[in-house]
């Protein structure tokens, strides 16, 4: 397989988790009595996630 092609499917498995643990943090938002301790727990792993789908963003481009 290609770099590229290896590059896109990190990219896109970050954005499913991204997008997993977005879901995580608005459902237990909506909750009567939320647990903020799991919220930014799952916020600081959104972070995480974006950061490194930038750096992988940047590998890509460099690369083309």
């Given at each position: 397989m290609g770099r590229n092609k290896e590059l896109r499917k990190k990219i896109a498995g970050l954005d499913r988790s991204i997008q997993i643990h977005q879901q995580k943090v608005d459902e237990e938002r909506a909750k009567p009595v939320s647990d903020e301790t799991d919220i930014e727990?799952?916020?600081?792993?959104?972070?995480?996630?974006?950061?490194?789908?930038?750096r992988l963003t940047r590998r890509l481009l460099r690369e083309w």
């Open positions: 727990h799952w916020q600081s792993e959104i972070e995480t996630f974006r950061k490194r789908k930038e």
